[in-house]
Structures are given as C-alpha cells and as structure tokens.
C-alpha cells in the first residue's frame, strides 16, 4: 500500500473563523483583551482549536506551544480533554471553588504575579464541554534547568550564584504561604544571563504550607537534576539559601534527602533524568482522531481523517509507504463498554489501543530502547462503546524472532541470546514488561529490537519476580532454556 506524500513542509495553518459552537466560559486577562479580539479570539472552541506542537503530553491533558498573530511571543495553550466531578470537588475543597485545573492554575498565576513571586503570565482560560484550557504566555528569554546546566556555559561562581538564587526563590514562595508539589527540574527555567527565575506547573499548588511539604518539594528538585548536572555542593548551597531566607524544617537536609528518594521511583522524575534524550513533539491535526511527530504531519494527506486510517478496511497490522518511509500500520475497532464506562465514573479520557501503541513508542524512544520509531496514531469514537483507531510506525529492522529461530543454528540461537537479555534489561529499565515474548522482538544482523509496540506494557514497577520471569520466556523462545 502507498501512502506517499509531496516532502513540502506545512506549517499549522491559524484560522479564526467564528466556531459553530459558541457555547462554554471564557475569561481573557484585561492585558491580552485588545489583541485576541483582533485576530477573533472570542469563543472558548477557538482556543481549543489553536494548532501547535504538542511539547508535553498526558492522559487526561497536554500542552501545546502556539502562535497568535500580532503577538510579540507564543503561548502555551494547556488543554484539558476532560473535567471530572472529582477534580472540581477537589478543587472546591482547595478553596478555589467548583472549577477545573486551569481555572484553579489561573487564580494561582493571578496571586503569584500579585506577589512578585516568579511565575509566568496567564492569558486566557475557559471551559467549552467537558474540556478546558489556560493559555500561558511564553516566558522570553529562558531555558529550563537541565538544559543550562548541561552546557558548559557557565563557570564555577555562577553555578554556585545560581544555586543560591534558586534556594532563596523557593524559601520566597513558601514564605507567601504558596505550595510547590511540582518543583522539578523541568519546571524551572532560567534566564541565562540574568538568572531570572520563573517556576511553571502550579494546577496542583495549594495554600498553605507544611514542614513536610517544604521538604518534599527540595526533595523533587533534587532528584529531577542527574549528578552529572550538580555537584553535591551546590546542592547544598541550594538548602543553605533556603534556610537562610525562609522557614526551615528540622533535619532540612534529612528530610530532603528522604523525599528525593521517594521521587527518584516516580516516572515522571525518571523520564527528566534520561541523557540524550531528544525532544518528543506531537501535532494535532484532528483532534484526538490524528497526532503525528511533526515531520510526518508536514505530509499528512487532506483531510485528515481518511482510509486508509479510518473508515472501511481490513483491521490489523498492515505494511506501507509514508513519506518515503517503510511502515506498520496497525488498525482496529473497538467495542469497550466497561472500559467507557469505567472513564466517565472517573471523569478521565479512555484510551484506545492506538493511543496506547504510540504512548509505548514514545516511551521506549525516551528511554533509548531500540524500538521502531512513532509516526502518528489517533482514534475516534464512533458510538456510545465503540471507537476506531490507527498506529503508524516504523517498520522493525530485520526479521521477527520467532521466524528467525526456526533456521537459526542452537549455537546461533544462544549467541543471540545475549543480545535479547540486553534489549530485556532496557525494557526493564525503562518501567516496561513483555506481555507477548514470541511477537515482541526483531532479529536484525545480530541486533535484536522490539518489533512489536502491542507486546510490551509500561507499569509501575519491574519486580525481581517479572524479570525472571520475562528472561526465562526469552530463553524458552530461543531454546536456551
């Protein structure tokens, strides 16, 4: 099957035609009120249409950076796919009353910014349906922690200055009585010569803050910044800062250590400590019906939602061409009544198993596991229970293992082996698990990969008894059990 497409880059096109939808809530910061009525910016479902590059993803929301015309910088458009009753009671009993996360992150920005505190600017918020959105200015002239500290642009004195004004930074926001639950090191940007400071992410900050709360924030920032990026001194000139201008705990150091080790098992904590880890960005065509990495959505064919990824066919895994590109496209329907139901009680997206394939693909290329690489995934319910969906991805190198063993040697098939135990500790390493040993690896000139996305799962946590298990599955498939 070919799907080739002209090699044209297209950028997202800004339309601001009036949605036929009207309905929903939207409050518009008094600063940014005369430009978005220019462009016509006026409706909750046009900030929700805004296109962009997904640059963070999440079950139930991500954040995409977006363009306005007129506008001296971009925003980030954070967009809430579903607003539960449990969120807004949560929030209500927060003190912010019987509103979403964006709404709740707004009034934070709102008090911050009141307090000279070091938090960026929201533009825009509003609900439409079950969804909502807060639109936060761009913060110019910024990187995030981990990127500053990994270049050698700075000398030893100027880490040092930088650690102490981030330990006054955040002994500052305690000190106004502002929660600081997301205090990781991706979170953090700062201006390279100036070291201004500016701390992103607030939905889940509170009111009010305890002594056990002062130390699990430390504790987060310290485990989110590899040893590789600072010393073990300037970490501790980060807490002596922090004693310094705020309220301590006892045991400050203890009690931070004790949290860092808490975060350090946390996936999201993980994910910020992988080195080399390329950017993942995403570009929404339609919706959730197409998400595409940004080089194979310059090429998407119009419209978007189109056979062969939706509509009549045959289900499965399929071979094809994209953007020049050897491919699997894997397809099917789903009927999911309990799965369905079980989202709407909890008030959170249900996902597919599109979505699920590229949430494992992208993993495992965070984590550098040598795997086929995500070109784009989707899904669109159909009905009350039923839904289609699609994969695309790069085709595996070589051929599956299970047909390689059948004409491999015993002794080629116990050297091979040791390269499958290897690409098995990677799985483990990256939180993964087989869930199908015979279809889940590729034999390629002595290189073993993962083949298929749908024979691997990410969890919690890889216990001894899982590994063993997985190994003794990968000796029983090469016969070296």
Same mark, same amino acid.
């Given at each position: 099957?070919?799907?080739?497409?002209?090699?044209?880059?297209?950028?997202?096109?800004? @339309?601001?035609?009036?949605?036929?939808?009207?309905?929903?809530? @939207?409050?518009?910061?008094?600063?940014?009120?005369?430009?978005?009525?220019?462009?016509?910016?006026?409706?909750?479902?046009?900030?929700?249409?805004?296109? *962009?590059?997904?640059?963070?993803?999440?079950?139930?929301?991500? !954040?995409?950076?977006?363009?306005? =015309?007129?506008?001296?910088?971009?925003?980030?458009?954070?967009?809430?796919?579903?607003?539960?009753?449990?969120?807004?009671?949560?929030?209500?009993? /927060?003190?912010?009353?019987?509103?979403?996360?964006?709404?709740?992150?707004?009034?934070?920005?709102?008090?911050?910014?009141?307090?000279?505190?070091?938090?960026?600017?929201?533009?825009?918020?509003?609900?439409?349906?079950?969804?909502?959105?807060?639109?936060?200015?761009?913060?110019?002239?910024?990187?995030? @922690?981990?990127?500053?500290?990994?270049?050698?642009?700075?000398?030893?004195?100027?880490? %040092?200055?930088?650690?102490?004004?981030?330990?006054?930074?955040?002994?500052? !926001?305690?000190?106004?009585?502002?929660?600081?639950?997301?205090?990781?090191?991706?979170?953090?940007?700062?201006?390279?010569?100036?070291?201004?400071?500016?701390?992103?992410?607030?939905? %889940?900050?509170?009111?009010?803050?305890?002594?056990?709360?002062?130390?699990?924030?430390?504790?987060?920032?310290?485990? %989110?910044? %590899?040893?590789?990026?600072?010393?073990?001194?300037?970490?501790?000139?980060?807490?002596?800062?922090?004693?310094?201008?705020?309220?301590?705990?006892?045991?400050?150091?203890?009690?931070?250590?004790?949290?860092?080790?808490?975060?350090?098992?946390?996936?999201?904590?993980?994910?910020?400590?992988?080195?080399?880890?390329? =950017?993942?960005?995403?570009?929404?065509?339609? *919706?959730?019906?197409?998400?595409?990495?940004?080089?194979?959505?310059?090429?998407?064919?119009?419209?978007?939602?189109?056979?062969?990824?939706?509509?009549?066919?045959?289900? *499965?895994?399929?071979?094809?061409?994209?953007?020049?590109?050897?491919?699997?496209?894997?397809?099917?329907?789903?009927?999911?009544?309990?799965?369905?139901?079980?989202?709407?009680?909890?008030?959170?997206?249900?996902?597919?198993?599109?979505?699920?394939?590229?949430?494992?693909?992208?993993?495992?290329?965070?984590? *550098?596991?040598?795997?086929?690489?995500?070109?784009?995934?989707?899904?669109?319910?159909?009905? @009350?229970?039923?839904?289609?969906?699609?994969?695309?991805?790069?085709?595996?190198?070589?051929?599956?293992?299970?047909?390689?063993?059948?004409?491999?040697?015993?002794?080629?098939?116990?050297?091979?082996?040791?390269?499958?135990? /290897?690409?098995?500790?990677?799985?483990?390493?990256?939180?993964? !698990?087989?869930?199908?040993?015979?279809?889940?690896?590729?034999?390629?000139?002595?290189? !073993?990969?993962?083949?298929?996305?749908?024979?691997?799962?990410?969890?919690?946590?890889?216990?001894?008894?899982?590994?063993?298990?997985?190994?003794?599955?990968?000796?029983?498939?090469?016969?070296?059990?």
């Amino acid at each position: 099957m070919q799907l080739e497409a002209a090699a044209t880059v297209r950028e997202p096109r800004v @339309l601001f035609a009036p949605p036929a939808d009207r309905g929903g809530t @939207l409050t518009v910061h008094p600063a940014f009120a005369e430009l978005f009525a220019r462009v016509g910016l006026q409706h909750p479902a046009s900030f929700l249409d805004l296109p *962009g590059e997904v640059v963070s993803g999440h079950a139930d929301r991500h !954040v995409v950076r977006v363009a306005v =015309p007129g506008a001296p910088r971009a925003f980030y458009l954070k967009r809430q796919h579903v607003v539960g009753w449990r969120e807004k009671l949560r929030n209500w009993r /927060a003190g912010f009353g019987w509103a979403s996360r964006c709404a709740r992150e707004a009034a934070l920005l709102e008090e911050l910014t009141a307090a000279g505190l070091p938090a960026p600017s929201w533009a825009a918020f509003g609900t439409h349906g079950r969804q909502a959105f807060l639109l936060v200015e761009e913060v110019a002239d910024a990187v995030d @922690l981990r990127r500053l500290l990994g270049t050698n642009a700075l000398s030893q004195p100027q880490r %040092s200055a930088l650690a102490r004004r981030i330990g006054g930074a955040v002994a500052a !926001v305690h000190a106004a009585g502002f929660e600081t639950p997301d205090l990781t090191a991706k979170h953090v940007l700062v201006n390279p010569r100036t070291f201004e400071l500016t701390f992103l992410d607030w939905p %889940s900050a509170g009111r009010g803050v305890t002594d056990a709360a002062r130390a699990d924030a430390l504790g987060a920032l310290h485990a %989110s910044v %590899s040893p590789e990026l600072a010393s073990p001194t300037d970490r501790l000139r980060v807490l002596a800062a922090y004693r310094a201008q705020g309220r301590a705990p006892e045991n400050l150091l203890a009690r931070a250590l004790g949290a860092a080790a808490r975060h350090a098992t946390r996936r999201s904590v993980r994910d910020q400590l992988q080195p080399g880890a390329r =950017p993942q960005r995403l570009v929404w065509l339609a *919706g959730e019906a197409v998400c595409a990495v940004p080089e194979i959505a310059a090429v998407w064919p119009t419209p978007a939602i189109r056979s062969p990824f939706y509509g009549s066919g045959p289900t *499965g895994a399929l071979k094809v061409r994209m953007a020049g590109r050897d491919a699997v496209l894997a397809r099917g329907r789903e009927s999911a009544p309990l799965g369905r139901l079980r989202a709407w009680v909890r008030a959170t997206p249900w996902r597919s198993e599109g979505v699920t394939i590229g949430r494992v693909l992208f993993h495992l290329e965070r984590y *550098g596991v040598p795997a086929p690489r995500l070109m784009g995934f989707g899904q669109r319910l159909t009905g @009350l229970v039923s839904a289609e969906w699609f994969a695309l991805y790069d085709a595996p190198p070589g051929v599956p293992l299970r047909k390689w063993r059948r004409t491999a040697s015993s002794s080629a098939r116990r050297a091979a082996l040791a390269s499958v135990l /290897a690409c098995l500790d990677a799985l483990h390493a990256a939180g993964c !698990v087989l869930t199908d040993p015979k279809n889940a690896f590729a034999f390629d000139n002595g290189r !073993v990969s993962v083949a298929d996305p749908r024979a691997v799962r990410i969890v919690r946590q890889v216990g001894a008894a899982t590994r063993r298990r997985d190994a003794r599955a990968a000796a029983r498939l090469l016969g070296a059990e």
